[in-house]
């Protein structure tokens, strides 16, 4: 069974960083489509970065391309995202998704079909 914990929300200034983790298990992460998402309430799943399989290639959304960093640790079958300069608007519940059958062409939901529990992210001014 494919199960993903999220850790390392938190809540920090404007400015701040923090670096979330997704321990994967019950499947090999490195084989796997991973990427990070975001909601805040009442509006859609934000697509925020994957990471394709058996591959460093990235993608990133545009609010966060250049602050934020997805990385594997595949001794740990682990992925992170770090998360510098943080700014209020990127307050969320954060979530860790897999696509088994690697990535397709952009960053939608309904694409992934396991997800984390989501851990929260909270940037004060």
């Known amino acids: 069974q494919v199960q993903l914990v999220e850790s390392g929300g938190g809540s920090v200034q404007t400015g701040g960083s923090l670096r979330l983790s997704c321990t994967v298990s019950?499947?090999?992460?490195?084989?796997?489509?991973m990427a990070w998402f975001r909601q805040v309430p009442g509006k859609e799943r934000e697509g925020v970065t994957k990471?394709?399989?058996?591959?460093?290639?990235?993608y990133y959304a545009a609010p966060v391309k250049g602050r934020f960093t997805i990385s594997r640790d595949n001794t740990e079958n682990t992925i992170y995202l770090q998360m510098n300069s943080l700014q209020p608007e990127d307050t969320a519940m954060y979530y860790c998704?897999?696509?088994?059958?690697?990535?397709?062409?952009?960053?939608?939901?309904?694409?992934?079909?396991?997800w984390g529990q989501g851990t929260q992210v909270t940037v004060s001014s």
């Open positions: 998704a897999a696509r088994l059958s690697g990535c397709r062409g952009g960053i939608d939901p309904r694409d992934f079909g396991y």
């Open positions: 019950g499947y090999t992460a490195s084989t796997a489509c």
């Open positions: 990471l394709y399989a058996r591959s460093t290639d990235t």
